[in-house]
C-alpha cells in the first residue's frame, strides 16, 4: 500500500472515531433509541399517528368527534346527579360560554380546554371558579399550604381533587383517606402522617354529632318534665353552630385547629347535657376480675423476684 493511501485511510479512521465518539455521548440518541411503544394500544395510536404524516393529514375535531360525544355525555351524567343540578348551576357558570344560543361555535365563545392556564378550569384557577359561589370555603382554602403551592405555580389539590368535576361528591372517611394518601405519603415525605390525622378529624366530628343528639334528647326530656333548659339550649346552639361551620372550616386544612374547634363543641354538648340533668360520665372502677387479675400478676412478679 503506498504512503499516500496510508494517509488517506487513516484519515478516515481518525473522522470516524470522532464523529462515533460524538454519536456515544449523545443523551438524546441514548434515551430516545430506547423508547418504545408500552401497549398495543399506544402502538396502535401511533401507527395512526405515522400514517397521518405520511398522508399529510391533520388531525381533525370530525375524527375524534365520537370519543368527544362520549366524554360530554358522560359528564352530563355524571352533573345531573350532583347538586348542582338540584341548584340549577349548569356548565357556562364554571365553563363560561353563552348558554342562551343554540349555535355551537356561539355557545361555546369563551369556552376553553382545562390544559389552557387562562381557562377557569385550569387546575390552578379552579379555586377561583368555585368560589364564585362557595366563598366561605375559598377564603378558608387561601389560607392552607395547599392553595400557597398552588399560587407558587407547583402541583398541589385543588377543589376538583377531592370534589370530582361535574360530580362533585362528599367524599366518606375512606375516599379522603385515600386522595390524601396520594400525597402524603412515607415515599414522597411528604407529611405521611397527615392521611390518619385527617381520619381522627372525621371520627372526630362524628363524635360531636352524636354528642349534639345525646344533648338535643335530654334538653327534651327535660323540658317535659318542666325544667328550665335556657343554659343548656344556649350551650347546645354553641355546640350545633361549631358542628356546622365544620365543612368550611375542613377547607383550611388545618387539622390541629380543627381539631380544637371540634373538641370545643364537643365540651360545649356535653355541659348542655349536664345543665339538662344528664350526670356527667363517671369513670369507670376497675370490678372484682379485674382487681384479682392484679393481684394474681403482682403475686407472680414478687415470686419471680425473690428466686
Not at 119 to 134: A, D
Amino acid at each position: 500500500m503506498s504512503i499516500r493511501k496510508t494517509i488517506i485511510l487513516a484519515g478516515f479512521m481518525f473522522l470516524f472515531a470522532i464523529f462515533a465518539g460524538a454519536a456515544a455521548d449523545n443523551s438524546c440518541l441514548d434515551c430516545h433509541e430506547k423508547l418504545t411503544a408500552f401497549s398495543e394500544k399506544e402502538k396502535e395510536l401511533n401507527d395512526i399517528r405515522i400514517k397521518h404524516l405520511q398522508r399529510d393529514v391533520a388531525c381533525s375535531i370530525d375524527c375524534h368527534a365520537t370519543t368527544i360525544n362520549e366524554i360530554a355525555k358522560s359528564n352530563y351524567e355524571q352533573w345531573t346527579h350532583s347538586k348542582h343540578a338540584l341548584f340549577n348551576i349548569t356548565c357556562d357558570n364554571c365553563h363560561n360560554g353563552n348558554s342562551s344560543s343554540d349555535v355551537k361555535e356561539m355557545a361555546h365563545i369563551g369556552v376553553l380546554r382545562s390544559s389552557e392556564t387562562n381557562s377557569t378550569v385550569f387546575y390552578r384557577n379552579v379555586p377561583e371558579t368555585c368560589g364564585k359561589c362557595h366563598s366561605d370555603e375559598f377564603n378558608q382554602f387561601k389560607d392552607s399550604l395547599h392553595y400557597q403551592r398552588l399560587k407558587a405555580l407547583k402541583q398541589a389539590p385543588t377543589c376538583d381533587t377531592c370534589h370530582e368535576p361535574h360530580e362533585f361528591k362528599v367524599l366518606n372517611k375512606t375516599q379522603f383517606q385515600d386522595i390524601c394518601s396520594s400525597c402524603h405519603n412515607t415515599e414522597m415525605k411528604i407529611a405521611p402522617d397527615i392521611p390518619e390525622k385527617a381520619v381522627n378529624a372525621f371520627e372526630n366530628t362524628e363524635k360531636l354529632k352524636n354528642e349534639i343528639r345525646t344533648a338535643e334528647d335530654a334538653i327534651k326530656q327535660a323540658r317535659q318534665q318542666g325544667k328550665d333548659v335556657s343554659v343548656a339550649q344556649k350551650e347546645l346552639d354553641s355546640a350545633i353552630a361549631i358542628r356546622d361551620n365544620l365543612p368550611i372550616l375542613w377547607h383550611g386544612f388545618n387539622l390541629p385547629h380543627f381539631q380544637n374547634v371540634t373538641d370545643s363543641g364537643i365540651v360545649y354538648a356535653r355541659t348542655s347535657q349536664i345543665d339538662a340533668g344528664v350526670p356527667p360520665e363517671e369513670p369507670s372502677t376497675p370490678g372484682f376480675g379485674t382487681i384479682l387479675s392484679l393481684a394474681g400478676i403482682i403475686s407472680i412478679y414478687l415470686l419471680v423476684r425473690r428466686r
